[in-house]
């Protein structure tokens, strides 16, 4: 069953991550996406389609303190038919037939899912500078936090993703991701990065190797891994 208390919106400053809820939310996604993707970014009623599946897995992030909240970045992630995830990131099948492969809460509630995509990360660029360069270690903290402590995860979980970009690609090595496919080999030509995580403890593996685990909730850090 799904512990709803995991997702409470997260601040930190003037930083709010939260659950999309509304027309709003994918509006914003959808412009941010088109001004770095152009045409191939999905638009506000595919977001929607996404988040009408599963609507626990598109997390928002905002900046607050004004007359209303700035848009600045979105973690999405679901969960996946497990045969067709694994005919996409072997290169088989493409990005339209693992778009229709998403499942639906109903599957998911009860008993978790084992097979998880992350279906968009981004940070809209005017705020990918120096003064920020906690943000996205922030929101990837926050959201697999909220993910991990949903009862949506069922482990050992797969996670999978598509590099679009060296900056990308750089990012997803840094957060415990490796090469699974290379682009080449990939129906959609870019290449395919996967983890896979046995516990809670090993999603959060690469931010405690990089001194980031102070970005975690206090109550919510993994304990430590038991040596010898």
């Given at each position: 069953?799904?512990?709803?208390?995991?997702?409470?919106?997260?601040?930190?400053?003037?930083?709010?991550?939260?659950?999309?809820?509304?027309?709003?939310?994918?509006?914003n996604?959808?412009?941010?996406?088109?001004?770095?993707l152009?045409?191939?970014?999905?638009?506000?009623?595919?977001?929607?389609?996404?988040?009408?599946?599963?609507?626990?897995?598109?997390?928002?992030?905002?900046e607050?303190?004004?007359?209303?909240?700035?848009?600045?970045?979105?973690?999405v992630?679901?969960p996946?038919?497990?045969?067709?995830?694994?005919d996409?990131?072997?290169?088989?099948?493409?990005y339209?037939?693992?778009?229709?492969?998403?499942?639906?809460?109903?599957?998911?509630?009860?008993?978790?899912?084992?097979?998880?995509?992350?279906?968009?990360l981004?940070?809209v660029?005017?705020?990918?500078?120096?003064?920020?360069?906690?943000?996205?270690p922030w929101?990837?903290?926050?959201?697999?936090?909220?993910?991990?402590?949903?009862?949506?995860?069922r482990?050992?979980?797969?996670?999978?993703?598509?590099?679009y970009?060296?900056?990308?690609e750089?990012?997803?090595?840094?957060?415990?991701?490796?090469?699974?496919?290379?682009?080449?080999?990939?129906?959609?030509g870019?290449?395919?990065?996967?983890?896979?995580?046995?516990?809670?403890n090993?999603?959060?593996?690469?931010?405690?190797?990089?001194?980031?685990d102070?970005?975690?909730?206090v109550?919510?850090?993994?304990?430590?891994?038991p040596?010898?």
């Amino acid at each position: 069953m799904l512990n709803f208390e995991a997702f409470t919106p997260v601040r930190f400053d003037n930083f709010v991550v939260r659950l999309a809820s509304k027309t709003e939310d994918f509006e914003n996604i959808y412009r941010a996406a088109y001004a770095e993707l152009g045409d191939i970014a999905a638009i506000p009623d595919e977001i929607k389609r996404v988040w009408d599946d599963y609507p626990y897995g598109m997390y928002v992030l905002e900046e607050e303190g004004g007359e209303s909240p700035v848009y600045v970045g979105t973690f999405v992630v679901v969960p996946v038919d497990e045969k067709v995830a694994k005919d996409f990131r072997q290169g088989r099948v493409g990005y339209k037939d693992l778009d229709q492969a998403n499942l639906k809460l109903a599957t998911v509630a009860q008993a978790g899912w084992s097979v998880w995509r992350i279906w968009l990360l981004q940070i809209v660029p005017s705020y990918r500078k120096q003064a920020y360069r906690h943000l996205i270690p922030w929101l990837l903290a926050h959201a697999f936090d909220s993910w991990a402590e949903s009862g949506a995860v069922r482990y050992p979980v797969e996670i999978f993703t598509t590099g679009y970009t060296a900056e990308g690609e750089a990012m997803l090595r840094r957060f415990g991701f490796s090469l699974e496919t290379a682009g080449e080999k990939m129906a959609g030509g870019k290449p395919c990065y996967s983890r896979i995580c046995h516990d809670k403890n090993e999603i959060f593996v690469p931010l405690f190797d990089r001194g980031l685990d102070y970005l975690l909730p206090v109550a919510q850090q993994p304990s430590p891994t038991p040596q010898g």
